[in-house]
């Protein structure tokens, strides 16, 4: 299977794509719509645009369990849910089971004014429809690194410098924060900074996993310096933990996604102190790499294929209106939005940087799901310090090729 990656560079944040519909202007004749997705900002403004519909009930489930859910609910004839939120990794999900339609009759029809770079397409069919870009990338506190006497990190060595002289002045005993919770979060750490070696996670041309070498046990070794400046309950952390204890003050540097990056900066749930001295930087690079080490992902929306043409035609048509220009202007600061009416913000900075930077995409592979669940399922023994980086590395790598081989990717 061939899948397309977004190019996301900058010409992606200059925003290419007008859709001119206003958010009162949609009227659906009929259909059902029902929309699972994540739930942040930029996600809760498409899905109240889109409620605001006429003709039809525009129901959702914005969840952070929503990968969880989605397999499940739309695998069912007909599915519970007419559109599924994906991004790079969880498409690839949806794609391997065969649960999500081609949307080029419905943009022939409702979409024209979509540009080529939101269309994300498999053997020449248009499978998803990007709306934003994100990245996870660095968020310090100005103020307390004036204190310390340092600057922004630019290295994942300059954060541990950083957090050991905030923890050695009595500041902050856990300066760090990340979203290490078990599972998918805790693997897409691992992603990100593995990609900042530069290395593969596949053997060329393969389905076999190859992460277990110097860079795999490189990449545990500097998660586990990290974490030692954590919370101790650092694997309970995803991104609304770590967005709750930044806006809290309890941590001078976090790594979060820059769809955080407009409720950080806004004027609800934390302190003047704490909005003022906070800057969004690139992510780090580290081991003497230029890459940063993070991954991109675009965001965007599916139509499911266990449905009835009606209930896709209505679905496609409030979702256009979810990302409609008025809308964009209206949530700016939500997200890097795709879209001509997007206007780069301070709560951009960071993707935009980490982008700049030459930070890779996340790996669209049809078995990079399988190892990511593998990685997030192997890995906290590793932090906990019950077993050794060369043995968790072994360990991913047979339950991911126990996985690969039931699902037929390796024989």
């Known amino acids: 299977m061939f899948l397309k990656k977004i190019a996301l560079t900058g010409a992606l944040l200059a925003g290419t794509s007008s859709i001119a519909m206003a ?106 429809v990007a709306f934003m870009a994100n990245a996870q990338h660095l968020f310090s506190r100005q103020d307390i690194l004036d204190k310390v006497g340092m600057g922004i990190p630019a290295t ?18 856990f300066p760090v924060a990340l979203n290490t919770k078990s599972g998918w979060n805790l693997a897409e750490e691992f992603v990100n900074m593995y990609s900042g070696t530069g290395a593969d996670f596949f053997t060329t041309g393969t389905a076999e996993a190859a ?65 003022n001295g906070t800057v969004l930087s690139a992510a780090p690079t580290w081991g003497g790499g230029t890459t940063p080490a993070s991954t991109l992902w675009w965001d965007g929306f599916t139509i499911s294929k266990n449905i009835s043409d009606e209930d896709a035609a209505a679905t496609f048509q409030a979702l256009i209106a979810g990302i409609s220009d008025d809308v964009v202007k209206a949530n700016n600061d939500a997200a890097v939005w795709i879209s001509a009416a997007y206007q780069p913000s301070p709560a951009s900075a960071g993707v935009s940087a980490t982008i700049s930077g030459g930070a890779s995409p996340y790996p669209m592979l049809p078995y990079m799901g399988t190892l990511h669940t593998a990685i997030g399922g192997e890995l906290s023994d590793f932090l906990q310090g019950n077993e050794s980086a060369e043995q968790a590395l072994a360990d991913i790598e047979a339950a991911y090729a126990a996985a690969a081989k039931e699902k037929g990717f390796l024989k």
């Open 211 to 275: 992460i277990n070498n110097e860079n795999g046990v490189k990449t545990l070794e500097m998660l586990k310096s990290l974490v030692a400046y954590s919370d101790p309950d650092f694997l309970t952390f995803d991104s609304n933990a770590t967005q709750a204890s930044w806006e809290a003050g309890d941590v001078a540097l976090a790594v979060m996604w820059g769809s955080r990056g407009s409720a950080v900066l806004d004027d609800e749930g934390s302190s003047d102190e704490v909005r």
């Open 23 to 128: 958010m009162g202007a949609c009227d659906i004749s009929s259909g059902n719509v029902n929309i699972l997705a994540n739930d942040f900002p930029a996600v809760q403004a498409v899905a109240a645009a889109a409620a605001k519909c006429t003709g039809t009930e525009v129901k959702s489930n914005l969840t952070k369990d929503h990968k969880d859910l989605m397999v499940a609910a739309i695998t069912p004839n007909p599915a519970e849910y007419t559109s599924v939120f994906v991004a790079n990794g969880t498409l690839v999900t949806l794609l391997n089971d065969g649960l999500v339609r081609p949307l080029d009759d419905l943009i022939a029809e409702y979409g024209k004014d979509l540009s080529k770079s939101q269309l994300i397409t498999v053997d020449g069919k248009t499978m998803a």
């Open 156 to 173: 994942y060595e300059d954060v541990l410098a950083t957090a050991e002289k905030i923890r050695s002045m009595g500041i902050m005993e």
